[in-house]
């Protein structure tokens, strides 16, 4: 996994792949700056205060801003990992396709597209899983909390399995059919979610978090083909 992060790294040094991060990034801030604005729109005239049968305290515009403001960037420290996981997946075979000519062309040469469709496609799936998954832990979440870092400790391995399997099958899409992908997400399981849980565990450092979707996605991409390669040895 050292040889595997340390090949990861050395992409990001690579032009296309920055390009890439750049523009994941752009779109992940896209999104939240429209549910701001959506947010916005929403709360402007609202009167949160009848839901609970007080005295009415209906929000001008600029309370319904403020209260829009506040709420993104409460969804942004709970949902950037799944947004920003999923756009990276919408990039898929971008990615892929720049770590297969750096270092693997043969694979390169052989790859199938899987066109745009199919990579927003991916995206989405990606995202809506790692939101279910974590619906699902969220009453684990709540009991776990009187053990102090036991939330934590779970919200890794949660969101680990899920980005593990998120990002090998937008690394695998490219190459072979059904059953050879199906083989390879049974085969990678503990590598995939190794990365998994390095890609979560970068998501709770500041800037580290910018980078942990396409770093990796590259890591990834590694994993797969030196298994191959391996295999075919």
Do not use: K
């Not at 756009?87 to 000519?101: H, K």
């Not at 199919?118 to 995202?127: C, D, E, I, K």
């Not at 939330?151 to 690394?171: H, S």
Request: aromatic share 8%; charged share 15%.
């Amino acid at each position: 996994m050292i040889g595997l992060s340390l090949l990861a790294i050395g992409d990001l040094f690579d032009a296309r792949i920055v390009g890439v991060l750049v523009r994941s990034l752009f779109v992940t801030v896209l999104i939240f700056l429209t549910m701001a604005v959506g947010l916005g729109w929403a709360l402007a005239g609202s009167d949160p205060c009848a839901a609970f049968g007080a005295t009415a305290c209906r929000l001008n515009a600029a309370e319904g801003g403020i209260g829009a403001v506040a709420i993104t960037l409460l969804a942004m420290w709970f949902l950037f990992p799944a947004i920003a996981l999923g756009v990276v997946c919408a990039y898929a075979e971008r990615i892929a396709a720049i770590v297969e000519q750096r270092h693997y062309p043969l694979a390169a040469a052989r790859a199938r597209p899987i066109g745009a469709g199919s990579a927003v496609a991916l995206g989405l799936r990606s995202a809506g899983r790692v939101l279910i998954y974590n619906l699902i832990a969220l009453p684990f979440y709540v009991v776990l909390l009187v053990t102090g870092i036991g939330p934590l400790i779970l919200f890794v391995i949660v969101n680990g399995t899920a980005f593990g399997r998120d990002l090998g099958e937008m690394i695998a899409a490219r190459h072979g059919d059904r059953a050879e992908r199906r083989a390879w997400l049974r085969g990678s399981r503990g590598g995939r979610m190794l990365i998994g849980v390095i890609v979560t565990a970068l998501f709770l450092v500041p800037f580290a978090n910018l980078l942990a979707p396409v770093l990796g996605a590259t890591m990834t991409a590694h994993l797969f083909h030196r298994r191959r390669i391996r295999r075919a040895a």
